[in-house]
Structures are given as C-alpha cells and as structure tokens.
C-alpha cells in the first residue's frame, strides 16, 4: 500500500490503527471538524471549558494591566541609558522574576522580541552608559552639596 500511494509505511500503519480504533470515522478527514461519532458535552463540561477559558483571559488582562503600569516612564531612563526601551526590558524583567509570567506574551504585549530582551540581558553596560552614571551621581553630589549652584558652576567644578 506505501508503494502503491506514494508514502511511508508508517503513514499506512497509522492508518490501520486508526481505523481498527474508530472504524470509518478514523479515516475522514476532520481538519477544522469534530469527529461525528464522538458524544456531545455534558453541560458541566461546557461550563467547566469556559471557566477554564475566562480564568486564562482574565490572566491575561492582569498580565498586561501589570506590565503597563510597571513600564511607564519617569523620565530619568532617557537622559542617561543609551538604550531606547530600558523601562519595557525591565518591567519584563521584574514582572517575569515576581509574579512568574511567562517572558515571551510579556515581550509580546510591549512590541518587544524576545531576542531583543536577552541580548539587553546579557550584555554588561556600555563605557558610555557606565561614565554617564559615574558623572551624574557626581553632578548630584555637588547639587546637594551647593543647591544655589548653577550647570555652568557645576561644570566648572567637574572639569
């Protein structure tokens, strides 16, 4: 029968075992369809299913109301990281190590790919990134210190 259809031997062995399980119904082709001589669901079942269902949506919704109020910005991310999604990449990241959301819908509802997220995790910091924070809790300093001093002082002082 393989050679005579043009398949594997394990496709007609399947096709044997199909149909000595389930008789004809095994055979018909049900992309998209249930097999006819399967029984109906009880309603138990129906309700069990869409309970199922809405605990997975709501799941969802909390997943996504928690990641966009964890990826608003405060505006201190901008001025001195180079990179352009730091406040997403770490919602992600704290969101997925507290409260064990999966990283890939999380990545998903962000408009982040994953292979974005892992490569921000696993590359140290930049020179750059590392003198910008070294320069900004000095210029810090130096404002708590002199409050009354201006950028143009406080440049003086760094150079």
Do not use: F
């Amino acid at each position: 029968m393989a050679l005579k259809y043009d398949c594997s031997y394990q496709q007609v062995r399947n096709w044997v075992i199909r149909y000595e399980k389930m008789g004809q119904a095994g055979l018909e082709d049900r992309r998209g369809r249930r097999i006819a001589s399967l029984p109906s669901r009880t309603p138990e079942e129906e309700l069990r299913d869409k309970i199922a269902e809405l605990e997975r949506r709501n799941l969802d919704l909390q997943m996504e109301n928690d990641l966009l109020k964890k990826s608003q910005r405060t505006g201190k991310e901008g001025s001195l990281s180079l990179i352009h999604r730091l406040a997403e990449y770490e919602a992600i990241q704290k969101l997925s190590s507290t409260k064990h959301y999966p990283i890939d819908r999380l990545c998903k509802y962000l408009n982040v790919t994953r292979s974005a997220y892992y490569r921000w995790g696993k590359y140290p910091k930049s020179n750059n990134e590392l003198r910008n924070e070294r320069l900004s809790t000095e210029i810090q300093r130096i404002h708590h210190q002199y409050p009354d001093m201006g950028y143009r002082r406080i440049r003086t002082v760094l150079y």
